[in-house]
């Protein structure tokens, strides 16, 4: 079993799977919908069944067209990637049903962790603290969760019981706003996850996001892979992951681990996953969620541990035992990965789309780059903006980031707006330098135009670009009009352009 | 050919003079510069110095990201300048603003009327594109004009939505 | 000193300094033939200057033109890269004398080890065997190389002084073939080096190509970063390099290293350079010559080293001690080299040129590609045809394989020909698989026919493919013709052609 | 439209039917076929099965490069396969042997003269490119004709170096 894999996604990360099946000398089945015929995971797979049209309800999350392809192909396994269906309870229970391994959880861990709330309470019993809010409660109403507000306090946040990825999440600053904020989550959660229900937690300020990569096998064995700090974070969308964190030392590493295994054994959970803690600024940490998944960030884990994570899914998958014990596992120098989205940082982070028309990726020594995009591929407005992640690998952090800073320079894409200003604006920050942030930090201490003059300030430079191609331009149109002018002369035109299109 | 080029409120004068010279204030340049591969990407080669550079055209201008540094600038011919110095400044500030979709998506709500008087940074449209809900602002007070889109309607970019009076 | 390097050379290896001063936060600057306006290096450098027309002769071998620009700069460093005038003594002189560094040996030993001849004379007498041939002269003649060859034995090679990456070589059979040979050697050696001086060496049968990376700093400390097998070789150019060497063991390691250390060490040797040996079915090795610059395969050893030897080098040009001792250069897992031609291994492997209309390189874990070119960028007759260096990492021999195959199969370069399917089947053959190989390998047992016979056959896929293509480009010359016949319709057609492209 | 294709020696009868219907020897495949981004590369899915391929044109046919294989092929529609039938198979093979320079660059020498007899695989010409120097030899046995070039010239791509009757 797990001779031929279903991936149940898209983009960089059903590429990757991809590369790790092949690398095992697994077969691929790619799935796709209409807008993605051309893209990576659909060429790079053994075989490619149509899902259907471009939005995702009509195909990505269509879990009853998966499992016909994945009978119509005589895939053995699923791997479900992250987003879409991949926290569905279901989508392992039909994969189970069907005599399919599903790669990750089992379907009790997915429902335990995957609502939120039912979260909290399994691992509050663990003896695991938990941020304070809404407890041990299922779906409550607008009205039970204004009543509840007041008791956990201002600021608080409204998250989606089913979220992730900052989807139907919402700061809440005092009563009066909630209502507005409350309705807005559930229409932002209804849309990304088709469950609109929302809890409540209280904003722990000044923390910092740090989370625990996890492997368990079927033999009871449960290792974490050290800490990725994910702080750096804009409307709750992480931007920026790093390994190890700045904040963490040893002794802390080993106790937070110690509590991440415990929430992980307290839903008896198998492969791969991660909890998130808040960490305030005396070091008191707290149980967010888990994610019940591959994460996006996982590669910087790979860059300091050596281990190539979706492979040790297959092998945990195949029901063997891990291939690492805990103190197998070193972390050897730091990584950072900067997620790349299409989106323009100049013009408060808009999301841009169109075909891409060239890209250049950065190489060279420690540098990895996972993405489903290449020149000629449209980025359409149907799915998450992040289109790269750029991830580099340094034998110490402060080598990472100036690795960071030449591997942002040397990126080139053509045909939407990127981040990568916002990046490297980033990676010049004396605070980010100084590893001096939480997750407010991108908001509330960070803006483009403020940290632009981290950089140098060529203007004339600038002037003499602009103007030059201005002049191109205007030149190019004097051209057509003259064209449009040349009516004595029409037959030499014809003439001309047969030969250019021949 | 002479340009007035304006960045960050300062006038410079540029001539092109030919394909390898301009001046800039009056100072000749020796400039190498080429479209790299046919892209809308630009490499200046500049007494040794090399830079390249993204340049877009936007509906005010040019902007010109380089070495991970963006500048908005206007670009104009002698003749532009003086027209719109006879007009007396720019007629955008004072007229009517129309808001367009900056990407293709998808109309989530429009949460104000026709008539409406609003404020400066007021929440026009919400458009929702790649999963995230995006809020379209009003960059001026005043009165909301005509609407052209519906709620649940898919838009494409640049479609104009609605105008502020 | 060294806040600004002239790097000295193009393409891959260029891109590859600039990245490592990059990442110092040292200032850099490219030179450029007219060919190269719009090469990488150009566009990564802080700056740029043209140094003639495209043949190397009126550019990158321009060492006056090169001396001016370093002046005119104000570069206070050199780096030469490989080929070109990487191992000119004049160059390191010429830097020396105007108190510009040179990142490389001492002009000395660069004299001492690039006359091949000089080098098996200085090793010998620091007791390390050589390969028995001509041994302590200098230009010998024609007749005088007639003469000693039967002392030496067929077959036997005939070699460049000044020479490597095969250009000059020559194997000879019989005395008969010989002189033909010698003529034809001396002419390469002439044109890629300028120098046409050849000797002779014993042709050892059934040997591998192994070399070990040096690293020597100005207070008299010198390392080695373990070795490299390169003996899979065409018309004698590397192919594919890897470490560790399938037949290496920690016994021989140390004993090859210590020998290479002290070859170095003979010559009063300082930053990287490379020792050749030749390793027989025995166990013995021998001296071949010794590289005084940075090797086209480094990456490999920074794959399993961590060590980044380009960033080392500058540190020792520095007057620094070397950041790493002995006992700290640890090897761990295994690095692949497929050195990507611009050749078509379907037709005697002959150069192919044009523009690059599409390059999507292989990412993901363990992977790194060093290249120059890029969507656009045109491949001319006037450099060496390897356009990029494809290097994998894996924890075992067989997992960086295994790596290799799934990197070489995404790999997409449209616009010239590859020697990708080479690799291909290289990788997949048995006698590669299993580690046996020696220099003869590629010439003598290995052909595409009959290794293509390891990939699944797909003929009716072929034929539909094939067919479709041949199909659509009929139907489109049938259109070309009736728009030819279109003449009453003419004025239509303006209208139209204006439209498109206006 | 019908073709007989040529690959390895068997004849295979392709009828192209439709945009995503073709039948091999009479069989009906229903085939997802398209170039990838205007690129020669087009990417094939049929039953389910995903291939990538490099299609390229050469002066005898068609070379189609799949999942790590090259296959030679030939096209030919009913009409050209009648002629052929009727000219008695190729004419090229008995006819004149033109060298044309595979690739730009310089000729290093030509160890051969007009009116030498030479043998099948005897070396024409030496091109230098790319830093090395290509021999170029004969297909065939015969005698040398009218050679176009002098050492020491640059030549481009497909330029006729000689030719052997």
């Known amino acids: 079993m797990v001779n031929k894999v279903l991936v149940a996604n898209r983009g960089e990360i059903a590429v990757r799977i991809i590369r790790a099946c092949r690398e095992l000398g697994v077969e691929t089945v790619a799935v796709y919908s209409e807008a993605d015929r051309q893209a990576l ?8 069944y149509l899902l259907g049209p471009a939005p995702s309800r ?9 499992m016909d392809i994945v009978r119509k192909s005589g895939a ?13 309870e279901d989508f392992a229970q039909a994969c189970a049903d069907d005599g399919i391994t599903f790669i990750g959880p089992r379907p009790s861990a997915i429902a335990a962790m995957g609502d939120k709330g039912v979260a909290r309470s399994t691992v509050v019993k663990a003896g695991v603290k938990v941020v304070p809010g809404t407890e041990d409660v299922g779906n409550l109403s607008n009205e039970d969760l204004l009543a509840l507000a007041p008791k956990i306090g201002f600021p608080l946040l409204i998250k989606a019981t089913a979220g992730g990825g900052g989807k139907g999440m919402r700061e809440v600053r005092s009563l009066e706003e909630m209502p507005a904020l409350l309705m807005s989550a559930r229409r932002e959660a209804e849309s990304a996850f088709g469950d609109g229900n929302v809890y409540l937690e209280k904003l722990v300020e000044g923390a910092r996001h740090i989370e625990f990569q996890i492997m368990a096998d079927g033999q009871g064995n449960v290792i974490h892979l050290g800490e990725r700090d994910c702080s750096l974070q804009r409307r709750h969308q992480k931007l920026v992951e790093e390994t190890p964190s700045p904040v963490m030392d040893e002794e802390l590493r080993a106790r937070m681990g110690a509590v991440a295994v415990k929430a992980a054994q307290s839903v008896d959970y198998l492969n791969a996953g991660t909890i998130e803690f808040l960490l305030d600024k005396d070091k008191n940490f707290y149980f967010l969620e888990m994610n019940t998944r591959l994460q996006v960030e996982h590669p910087i884990t790979e860059m300091v541990t050596g281990i190539d994570i979706v492979k040790e899914q297959i092998r945990v998958a195949r029901g ?7 103190e197998d596992v070193k972390l050897t120098g730091a990584a950072i990965e900067c997620r790349i989205n299409a989106e323009d940082p100049y013009n408060g982070f808009l999301p841009s789309t169109g075909r891409i028309t060239q890209a250049i990726l950065p190489t060279g020594p420690g540098i990895r780059v996972d993405t489903g995009m290449y020149p000629g591929f449209e980025i359409t407005p149907y799915y998450d903006p992040m289109i790269a992640k750029l991830i580099v690998w340094g034998e110490t952090r402060a080598q990472a980031i100036l690795r960071m800073r030449r591997a942002l320079e040397e990126y080139r894409v053509v045909g939407v707006r990127t981040n990568i200003p916002f990046h490297q604006s980033m990676m010049d920050s004396t605070r980010f330098m100084a590893g001096q942030y939480d997750t407010r930090f991108v908001e509330e201490r960070f803006s483009m135009e403020g940290l632009a003059e981290s950089r140098e300030y060529f203007p004339e430079i600038a002037a003499i670009l602009g103007t030059i191609v201005a002049h191109q331009q205007t030149q190019r149109s004097a051209q057509i009009v003259r064209r449009g002018e040349r009516d004595a002369s029409n037959w030499k035109w014809v003439g001309r352009w047969e030969r250019m299109h021949r | 050919m002479k340009y007035i080029t304006t960045l960050d409120g300062k006038e410079y004068l540029i001539e092109i003079i030919d394909a390898h010279h301009v001046a800039i204030d009056g100072r000749v340049q020796e400039v190498d510069f080429e479209s790299v591969s046919g892209q809308p990407v630009y490499s200046l080669i500049i007494d040794g110095k090399s830079y390249e550079s993204y340049v877009y055209e936007t509906e005010d201008g040019w902007q010109v990201l380089t070495r991970g540094r963006q500048y908005n600038l206007t670009v104009e011919d002698e003749r532009e300048k003086r ?4 007009a007396g400044g720019s007629v955008a500030e004072a007229g009517e603003y129309h ?4 990407m293709p998506g998808l109309v989530v709500s429009i949460p104000v009327n026709e008539g409406d008087k609003i404020e400066k940074g007021q929440v026009l449209v919400i458009l929702e594109s790649m999963k995230m809900q995006n809020e379209l602002k009003s960059p001026k007070a005043g009165v909301v004009g005509r609407i052209r889109v519906k709620q649940g309607e898919t838009v494409e970019q640049r479609q104009a939505l609605l105008s502020v009076q």
């Open chain 1, 76 to 88: 053995d396994a699923v791997h479900p990637g992250y987003g879409f269906l991949a926290e569905r």
């Open chain 2, 99 to 102: 808001l367009k979709a900056p």
């Open chain 1, 41 to 48: 995971h659909v060429r790079y797979a053994d075989e490619a």
């Open chain 2, 83 to 86: 027209l719109r110095a006879a």
């Open chain 1, 58 to 66: 009509e195909s990505y999350l269509r879990l009853d067209k998966i």
């Open chain 1, 320 to 326: 063997r035992t891990l291939g690492y014990k805990q």
